[in-house]
Every structure is written in structure tokens, then in C-alpha cells.
């Protein structure tokens, strides 16, 4: 409860950011296309929860060594997070009440991501998703095409503008 508030209260103040659009390219574009796949899975109820992040705030997760899972388990255990640098996003799971869960199975997401040369900091930090530098955006370009007869009219004009970005960075 005193979580889900302060979660809100972070979010209302803009101290975390869940924008795919703040991310850099090709990575923006391998996030979305990412969250399509996830939707058409029929996993709707997952959100980014936080994408860049602001060196204070990186301060302050390290000091406090944030955890999933109470202050138990540390996983901020670093100043040099990929979401200093646009190329990360934590990815979580939401109720009908819009609450997260970051307990859920996050298994089909660490494997759909590997599709998109995406990485994934399982078992570490399970909703922690960010980018593989060495992506071959062929590949990444030709598993996007792949989603299109699965998805519905909106989601294929998405996949079309992400692959013609993808196509423009090779």
C-alpha cells in the first residue's frame, strides 16, 4: 500500500519517466515493436513503469539499494544504468485496478525480447529490459515483419514505421 502511493506520488512529480518515446534509436523502435508482440500474446496488462531516468534518481535507488521485493534482494547496485543512458526500460505487469506486480511470470517477456535483441537482466532484475548494442538490425527488421499478419490495423501501421526507421539506421 505505502508502496503503490509512493509509486503514484513519483510518477505525478514526473521523478520517473515511462516514456518509450524518450528512448534512443534503433532501441525505441525494438521496445515498441517488443510491445506489440507482447500484445498480440495477449498480454495487455504490461506497461512500461520507467524508461530514462535523471541522475538523482539514480542517486537515490542506489543509497537506498532498491529491491522487488521489500528490501531483500538489492538490484540497483550501480551508477551506470542503461536508463541514465535512454537504452533501458523496466517493464511491469498491472491489474484490473491499474496496481503493478512485479511478481508476476515475466518468462514470456525474457524470451520475446531476445526476438528484438533485446537484453534482459533475468534472474537479476527480471522486469529490467535494455539494449544490446551489437543488434543486427536485419534481424530485428525481419522479426518485426514477421509480426504483421498477427496484428490488427493499427499495430501493422506501427510495425511499417518501425521497420522504415529500422531499415533507415542499417
Known amino acids: 500500500m505505502v508502496f503503490d502511493l509512493l509509486l503514484k506520488l513519483l510518477t505525478i512529480l514526473n521523478m520517473i519517466n515511462n516514456s518509450i518515446e524518450s528512448l534512443k534509436s534503433p532501441f525505441k523502435e525494438k521496445v515498441k515493436a517488443f510491445l506489440i ?3 498480440v500474446l495477449n498480454l495487455t496488462n504490461v506497461k512500461p513503469f520507467e524508461t530514462l531516468r535523471s541522475i538523482d534518481r539514480q542517486k537515490d535507488l542506489y543509497a537506498i539499494w532498491r529491491t522487488t521485493q521489500l528490501w531483500h534482494k538489492p538490484v540497483t547496485w550501480t551508477m551506470e544504468s542503461f536508463h541514465l543512458q535512454w537504452l533501458a526500460v523496466d517493464l511491469c505487469f498491472y491489474d484490473s485496478n491499474n496496481q503493478p506486480h512485479w511478481e508476476w511470470d515475466y518468462k514470456t517477456l525474457i524470451e520475446i525480447c531476445k526476438l528484438y535483441w533485446i537484453r534482459s537482466l533475468s534472474p537479476t ?11 543486427p538490425l536485419q534481424t530485428v ?21 518501425i521497420n522504415d526507421k529500422l531499415r533507415k539506421m542499417k
Not at 144 to 161: A, E, F, G, P, Q
Open 125 to 135: 532484475e527480471t522486469c529490467h529490459f535494455e539494449d544490446n548494442p551489437f543488434t
Open 37 to 39: 508482440h507482447v500484445k
Open 141 to 161: 527488421i525481419t522479426n518485426v515483419s514477421s509480426l504483421w499478419s498477427k496484428c490488427n490495423i493499427t499495430d501493422k501501421l506501427s510495425l511499417h514505421d
